[in-house]
């Protein structure tokens, strides 16, 4: 989507700093870290959010989530919390999936 931020990052307009990428998805810190370790992963297709995961993209999930696992890894995260704000009442701010992986310090209870 050519007015979509995270297209704009997926493409190379915007600059980013990249901690994984392959074929399907992308991970880089976040523009305004809201724990001392804030990345995201997102898909490269532009999906909207977690409202458009279907039986014919979720495979892309489980992978997110096998890169998410990999990067805790290497990071030696240890702890971390995975977020999805889906829809602008639950803080989604960019229409376009990703997971925020959020680590550092307590992050103390949220759900
Ligand atoms: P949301 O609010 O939609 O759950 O998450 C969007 C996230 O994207 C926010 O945490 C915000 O800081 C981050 N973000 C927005 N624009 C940029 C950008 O241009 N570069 C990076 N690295 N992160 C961004
Ligand atoms: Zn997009």
């Given amino acids: 989507m050519s007015d979509c931020i995270f297209c704009k990052i997926v493409a190379?307009?915007?600059p980013?700093?990249?901690l994984y990428e392959d074929d399907r998805v992308l991970a880089f810190y976040d523009i305004e870290p809201k724990t001392p370790?804030?990345?995201l992963?997102?898909?490269k297709d532009h999906i909207k959010g977690a409202l458009e995961i279907?039986?014919?993209n979720s495979r892309l999930v489980a992978h997110i989530f096998e890169v998410i696992a990999k990067l805790a890894a290497?990071?030696?995260l240890g702890a971390f919390r995975v977020v999805t704000n889906n829809g602008p009442d639950a803080g989604q701010t960019v229409f376009h999936l990703h997971?925020?992986?959020l680590s550092g310090g307590v992050l103390g209870e949220m759900a």
């Fill in 12 to 14: 190379g307009d915007i």
């Fill in 16 to 18: 980013s700093k990249k």
């Fill in 37 to 39: 370790v804030h990345f």
């Fill in 41 to 43: 992963v997102i898909t």
């Fill in 54 to 56: 279907s039986e014919e």
């Fill in 74 to 76: 290497e990071l030696e």
């Fill in 99 to 101: 997971f925020h992986v």
